[in-house]
C-alpha cells in the first residue's frame, strides 16, 4: 500500500466511523424519543429511556471529536494538492463545526436534568420540567441548524481538492460541492422557513448521499495518483 493510499483509507475510516456514529443523535434519537409538540410525552420517553439518550449525548461528543480528527486526515491527504484549500477545509469542517457540536451537547444534558427533577429544582412543578426540557431540545436543534451552514461550507473545499486531484474521481468532488449547497440551503430554510425544513431535506437527501459516497470510496478503493501522460516528441 503507498504512503498516498493508506492517507486515504485512515481517513475514509475515521469518516465512515462518524458516519456510523452521527446519525445516533442527529436521527434516531428524535425519531425515538421526542414526541413534536408534546413535551410530557418527549419527558415520559427520555425520563424510560435515559441510557439511549445518555448514548445520544455521547455520540454527539464522539462525532465532533471525529469532525476534527477526520479533517487533519483529509488535510494530510490534501495538502500537496492545494495547502490554502485544504487549510480552509479544517477550518470550516473542523476547527468551528467541533467546538458548536461540543457546546451544543450542554443542551440535552439540561434537558435531562429537568426531566430527572434534582431537588433544587422542585420550584418548578412537572409540567413546568418538561416544558422547559423541550425547550433545550429545541435548542439542540437550534445549535444544529447552526452548524449545518458550516457542514456545507467545508465541502466546497474538499469538492474543489477532489476535482483537482489526480487521485480521486472527479464526479465525487461536485457531487459534494452540490452537497455544500444542499446544507447550506437546509440552515437558512431552519431559520427562515422552519415548517419548511423537513420537506426541503427530504428533497436534498439524495444529494446529501454525496459524503457517503466519498467516505466508502476513500475507505475501499483508497486513492492512486495517475501517471501523467507521457509527452509525444514532434
Do not use: C
Not at 436543534?141 to 474538499?158: D, K, R, S
Not at 460541492?177 to 415548517?195: F, K, T
Amino acid at each position: 500500500m503507498t504512503p498516498l493510499a493508506k492517507r486515504a483509507r485512515i481517513a475514509g475510516a475515521l469518516y465512515t466511523l462518524q458516519g456510523f456514529i452521527g446519525p445516533i443523535r442527529l436521527i434516531y434519537i428524535p425519531s425515538t424519543l421526542i414526541v413534536s409538540g408534546n413535551a410530557i410525552a418527549t419527558a415520559d420517553n427520555i425520563g424510560t429511556h435515559e441510557t439511549l439518550f445518555r448514548f445520544g449525548i455521547l455520540s454527539d461528543l464522539v462525532t465532533a471529536v471525529l469532525a476534527l480528527a477526520i479533517t487533519l486526515a483529509l488535510y494530510r491527504l490534501f495538502r500537496d494538492v492545494d495547502e490554502r484549500l485544504a487549510k480552509l477545509l479544517v477550518i470550516l469542517g473542523g476547527l468551528i463545526v467541533t467546538p458548536i457540536g461540543v457546546v451544543n451537547t450542554v443542551n440535552d444534558a439540561a434537558a435531562l436534568m429537568l426531566v430527572r427533577g434534582a431537588d433544587y429544582l422542585t420550584v418548578f412543578d412537572r409540567t413546568q420540567r418538561d416544558a422547559l426540557a423541550m425547550l433545550f431540545l429545541r435548542l439542540h436543534h437550534a445549535g444544529v441548524v447552526a452548524n449545518e451552514i458550516f457542514w456545507g461550507l467545508w465541502l466546497f473545499p474538499f469538492g474543489l481538492l477532489v476535482i483537482r486531484s489526480r487521485f480521486l474521481p472527479r464526479f465525487l468532488g461536485v457531487w459534494l460541492i452540490a452537497a455544500g449547497v444542499a446544507y447550506v440551503l437546509l440552515s437558512l430554510v431552519g431559520v427562515m422557513a422552519p415548517q419548511a425544513e423537513d420537506r426541503v431535506f427530504g428533497l436534498a437527501s439524495p444529494v446529501l448521499f454525496a459524503e457517503v459516497a466519498m467516505m466508502l470510496w476513500l475507505l475501499i478503493m483508497g486513492a492512486k495518483e495517475k501517471a501523467p501522460k507521457p509527452v509525444i516528441a514532434a
